[in-house]
């Protein structure tokens, strides 16, 4: 039975031999082929989704979670904090649930998704919404844990990342190499570090990122990689600090979970950038939801906003020919579309009503197969 990242690649990760997992057996989500996708925009090019929405509380955060609430318990710590766009707080909820522990989360009032709002409410944790931005909660948050006996889990906690690169270990083993390109949307930037840390490690490369492990117990990942990919990483234009070489004060976009104007992995992000050959583009909220309805309609894919970025990015750089054809692509697709019903509601064509009764319902199904 699979029982969770941990228990799969202990060996791989600084965690002991006999500490007890806190997991909800996450991981081991599908790598799904877009058949469709590639024909529609008349490319020949093989696309792959990592479907990170299918993780038990419906992002990838549950990763770097595993790792962090694990660690936090075995130091004894008896409460969690972090800031977030939504799904870290989602996810951080539910894991201080089940390892019995607090947790407090700071976010900005009114701009976090209802699914994730849900979440953190659902399994207890002290919601504070701040009348401010994620960077503002960010900072202040980092204040708290450095005051209070509480433990960050935001991805500054390097636990977090650990956890995250596992993603890069599950591509690897399910297409039995690296794909030419990983695309994945960038916000606070863990993500995209924790992605390179995986690729790296699976191809006995060093990399920048991984100074921040520094000081952690010492596992060894085996070599089972011959090149790494290149890294792409999107940011929404409204907040795009690393696309633009400076921070954003006000950052704005639809794609609320990558609503973020000062990343704290933004070094180590540029660095995974310069040292796989890659690079970070934007993409407006115009194309995001674009191709977050097409992904839905044309695969049968639903991912939150933020996740179409990394695939809406793709889509333009193949138009732009800056990936060539014959490429292949990875996308990890980082949250559920259920996680933001609003935002999906808002771009589809209104259910229609129709009285309880045969021939009415009868006459709009003919109406439709015309
Ligand atoms: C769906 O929850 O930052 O670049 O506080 O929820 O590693 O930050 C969420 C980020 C991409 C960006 N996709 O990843 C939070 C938070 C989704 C996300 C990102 C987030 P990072």
Same mark, same amino acid.
């Given at each position: 039975?699979?029982?969770?990242?941990i228990?799969k690649?202990?060996?791989?990760?600084p965690?002991?031999a006999d500490?007890?997992a806190?997991?909800l057996?996450?991981?081991?989500?599908?790598l799904?082929e877009?058949k469709?996708?590639?024909?529609?925009v008349r490319?020949k090019?093989s696309?792959?989704?990592?479907?990170e929405?299918?993780?038990?509380?419906?992002?990838?955060?549950?990763?770097?979670?595993?790792?962090?609430?694990?660690?936090a318990?075995?130091?004894g710590?008896?409460a969690?904090i972090?800031?977030?766009t939504g799904?870290t707080s989602?996810?951080a909820?539910?894991y201080?649930?089940?390892?019995g522990?607090?947790?407090?989360?700071?976010?900005p009032?009114?701009?976090?998704?209802?699914?994730?709002l849900?979440?953190?409410?659902?399994h =207890?944790?002290?919601v504070?919404?701040?009348? %401010?931005?994620?960077d503002?909660g960010m900072?202040? !948050? @980092?204040? &708290?844990? $450095?005051?209070?006996?509480?433990?960050?889990?935001?991805?500054?906690?390097?636990y977090?990342?650990?956890?995250?690169?596992?993603?890069?270990?599950?591509?690897?083993?399910?297409?039995?190499?690296?794909?030419?390109y990983?695309?994945?949307?960038?916000g606070?930037? =863990?993500n995209i570090?924790a992605?390179w840390i %995986?690729?790296?490690?699976?191809?006995?490369?060093? !990399? @920048?990122? &991984?100074? $921040?492990?520094?000081g952690?117990?010492?596992?060894?990942?085996?070599?089972?990689?011959?090149r790494r990919?290149?890294?792409?990483?999107?940011?929404?234009s409204?907040?795009?600090?690393?696309?633009?070489g400076r921070?954003?004060?006000?950052p704005?976009?639809?794609?609320t979970?990558?609503?973020?104007?000062n990343?704290?992995?933004w070094q180590?992000?540029?660095?995974?950038g310069?040292?796989?050959?890659?690079?970070?583009?934007?993409?407006?909220d115009?194309?995001i939801?674009?191709?977050q309805k097409?992904?839905?309609?044309?695969?049968?894919?639903?991912?939150?906003?933020?996740?179409?970025?990394a695939?809406a990015?793709v889509?333009?750089?193949?138009?732009?020919?800056?990936?060539?054809?014959?490429?292949?692509?990875?996308?990890t697709?980082?949250?559920h579309?259920?996680?933001?019903?609003d935002?999906?509601?808002?771009?589809?064509?209104?259910?229609m009503t129709a009285?309880a009764?045969?021939?009415?319902?009868?006459?709009v199904i003919?109406?439709?197969?015309?």
């Amino acid at each position: 039975m699979y029982t969770g990242l941990i228990d799969k690649y202990r060996d791989r990760l600084p965690v002991a031999a006999d500490t007890r997992a806190v997991s909800l057996n996450e991981g081991a989500t599908p790598l799904i082929e877009l058949k469709n996708l590639p024909a529609l925009v008349r490319k020949k090019v093989s696309i792959h989704a990592k479907f990170e929405g299918a993780n038990p509380t419906g992002s990838f955060k549950d990763r770097g979670m595993t790792m962090a609430v694990t660690q936090a318990v075995e130091e004894g710590a008896r409460a969690i904090i972090c800031a977030s766009t939504g799904n870290t707080s989602a996810s951080a909820a539910a894991y201080a649930a089940r390892a019995g522990i607090a947790c407090f989360v700071l976010i900005p009032e009114g701009r976090i998704a209802l699914g994730k709002l849900s979440q953190a409410m659902m399994h =207890g944790s002290v919601v504070i919404q701040i009348r %401010g931005n994620f960077d503002e909660g960010m900072r202040l !948050t @980092q204040e &708290l844990a $450095a005051a209070l006996p509480v433990k960050i889990v935001n991805s500054i906690n390097p636990y977090r990342i650990q956890g995250q690169k596992t993603v890069a270990f599950e591509v690897i083993e399910a297409l039995g190499d690296a794909p030419d390109y990983h695309a994945l949307p960038v916000g606070n930037a =863990g993500n995209i570090t924790a992605h390179w840390i %995986g690729y790296s490690e699976a191809a006995g490369e060093s !990399t @920048q990122a &991984l100074r $921040a492990s520094a000081g952690m117990r010492k596992y060894r990942t085996p070599k089972t990689l011959e090149r790494r990919p290149i890294m792409l990483g999107y940011q929404a234009s409204g907040a795009a600090p690393i696309v633009r070489g400076r921070p954003v004060e006000n950052p704005e976009t639809v794609a609320t979970a990558i609503r973020i104007g000062n990343p704290v992995s933004w070094q180590q992000a540029v660095a995974a950038g310069r040292e796989s050959g890659g690079w970070f583009a934007e993409c407006t909220d115009d194309e995001i939801l674009h191709v977050q309805k097409m992904l839905a309609q044309a695969e049968g894919v639903f991912c939150e906003p933020a996740s179409a970025i990394a695939l809406a990015g793709v889509l333009k750089d193949l138009e732009l020919g800056k990936i060539g054809e014959g490429s292949s692509i990875v996308c990890t697709l980082t949250g559920h579309g259920l996680k933001d019903p609003d935002t999906a509601i808002a771009q589809s064509a209104k259910p229609m009503t129709a009285d309880a009764e045969l021939k009415a319902i009868e006459r709009v199904i003919r109406e439709r197969l015309k």
